[in-house]
């Protein structure tokens, strides 16, 4: 298939500008190191996927999609708002940013909700919203402060949480013999295709340098959104969640 990796780029950076401003939220509200790095990236990394999204459909999209452009575009102008202390911004970035993620994962479904390939997306968006977000605020050029005294990353709890249960659920999706249609064949597709494992292999990576100490943390960062990236490219390129023909995705 083909890969149209604009839409892979939306989704991507669209999800770690929610995972930033969801960390620097919680930052301005229970941490006492500066978020404006966060709320700067955040904003810069909404506006990214704005264009990736217009360059996407050629425009505004319909249905879930169009609803995940239009949080977007809140979620870059609210980090922004917050960027500049604008309290309430903050808390209206990560929920806009968290509509249109969930819009991202709704738009996948290629079939039914309640079924294993309705599930899947679901539950692998969220996950690498939380895994994008947490490795990223956790570094010093986000403003942390090098404390030598701190062992690993202040996020390095979710970061583990979230890639324990990606890793699992990406490494087993491939290896079953599913009795939902769609999902059977994108686990035949997948089980095939070198960058979806190479996505996998590399989240067990991160997990690995996480346990490393605080020298790894950009180096996670590095490797978890390429990890991120290769699965999502995967996901779109060669599974029946992107279905693509002649260049029309099917969306709800």
């Not at 309430?88 to 806009?96: D, F, H, K, M, T």
């Not at 939380?130 to 005294?149: N, R, T, W, Y």
Request: neutral net charge.
């Amino acid at each position: 298939m083909i890969t149209n990796w604009p839409l892979v780029f939306f989704t991507v950076f669209s999800q770690l500008g929610t995972g930033l401003a969801l960390f620097a939220w919680w930052k301005d509200h229970h941490g006492d190191s500066p978020s404006a790095k966060n709320w700067q990236t955040s904003g810069i990394s909404a506006a990214v996927a704005t264009v990736a999204g217009l360059v996407t459909f050629s425009g505004t999209a319909s249905g879930a999609m169009l609803v995940a452009q239009i949080c977007c575009l809140i979620l870059a102008a609210c980090a922004l708002g917050a960027w500049k202390r604008c309290s309430v911004c903050g808390l209206l970035a990560w929920i806009a940013g968290a509509a249109g993620v969930m819009a991202e994962a709704a738009a996948a479904i290629p079939g039914e909700v309640c079924t294993t390939s309705g599930l899947f997306p679901l539950a692998l968006f969220p996950l690498c919203t939380v895994i994008l977000g947490a490795v990223f605020s956790q570094l010093k050029q986000m403003g942390e402060p090098d404390d030598p005294a701190v062992r690993y990353g202040r996020f390095y709890i979710p970061l583990r949480i979230c890639l324990w249960l990606m890793l699992v659920i990406t490494a087993i999706a491939p290896c079953i013999a599913w009795d939902d249609p769609f999902m059977r064949k994108s686990a035949i597709i997948w089980m095939q295709t070198q960058l979806y494992w190479m996505g996998v292999i590399f989240s067990g990576v991160v997990i690995g340098l996480s346990h490393m100490g605080r020298i790894t943390l950009l180096v996670q960062a590095i490797v978890a959104i390429v990890s991120i990236t290769g699965l999502r490219t995967a996901f779109y390129a060669d599974g029946v969640h992107g279905i693509i023909d002649m260049s029309t995705l099917y969306m709800h």
